[in-house]
T-cell receptor
Framework: AQKVTQAQTEISVVEKEDVTLDCVYETRDTTYYLFWYKQPPSGELVFLIRRNSFDEQNEISGRYSWNFQKSTSSFNFTITASQVVDSAVYFCALIGGGTSYGKLTFGQGTILTVHP | DAGVTQSPTHLIKTRGQQVTLRCSPKSGHDTVSWYQQALGQGPQFIFQYYEEEERQRGNFPDRFSGHQFPNYSSELNVNALLLGDSALYLC????????????FGPGTRLTVL
């Protein structure tokens, strides 16, 4: 079975601080993909990034960066110089190509609040 | 290019009733997945439709059923509603391969009284 754990339920920071959201996953599939989604108060999930299990290169996109470590089954997300507009719920998710084909498994989410 | 659309936005039903939610996928997408998101929780996978058939199913009872039409749009039906069915129901569309990113609609907020 697949499982995604986001241990941080809520994080509160002041604007311009850096913040890291943790994600740990479990899967028996050898081929799988990891995702991060953002859910603002409006409720619509917004896709941020996808990584496959064979590519452990870190990725940076503007103020966002992602650290994928297969050895520790972690896929952490860092926001540099946070802004108030980053306030949202962030979800880490996993999808595999085996028996759970097509089934996106989400973590419980981390509520990020950025104060001015 | 329209994204994923869902209707209705909000719905209020009473226990025992039946409900139908609708979803139109993003242009170019042929696969539709449905998720249930209870308050304060992550989305839970209900099922996925591809080529008008249910390709994958999560741990939901048979009261939850669906359909996909030839134009790739989809419906989610829930029978014999329970109070615990109150949630945000999200539809996502994607390409046919499992690793394609899923694009989500704004959701339907269902309240069961």
């Amino acid at each position: 079975a697949q499982k995604v754990t986001q241990a941080q339920t809520e994080i509160s920071v002041v604007e311009k601080e850096d913040v890291t959201l943790d994600c740990v996953y479990e899967t028996r599939d050898t081929t799988y993909y990891l995702f991060w989604y953002k859910q603002p108060p409006s409720g619509e999930l917004v896709f941020l990034i996808r990584r496959n299990s064979f590519d452990e290169q870190n990725e940076i996109s503007g103020r966002y960066s992602w650290n994928f470590q297969k050895s520790t089954s972690s896929f952490n997300f860092t926001i540099t110089a946070s802004q108030v507009v980053d306030s949202a719920v962030y979800f880490c998710a996993l999808i595999g190509g085996g028996t759970s084909y097509g089934k996106l498994t989400f973590g419980q989410g981390t509520i990020l609040t950025v104060h001015p | 290019d329209a994204g994923v659309t869902q209707s209705p936005t909000h719905l209020i039903k009473t226990r025992g009733q039946q409900v139908t939610l609708r979803c139109s996928p993003k242009s170019g997408h042929d696969t539709v997945s449905w998720y249930q998101q209870a308050l304060g929780q992550g989305p839970q996978f209900i099922f996925q439709y591809y080529e008008e058939e249910e390709r994958q199913r999560g741990n939901f009872p048979d009261r939850f059923s669906g359909h996909q039409f030839p134009n790739y749009s989809s419906e989610l039906n829930v029978n014999a509603l329970l109070l615990g069915d109150s949630a945000l129901y999200l539809c996502a569309s994607s390409g046919r391969d499992f690793f394609n990113e899923q694009f989500f609609g704004p959701g339907t907020r269902l309240t069961v009284l």
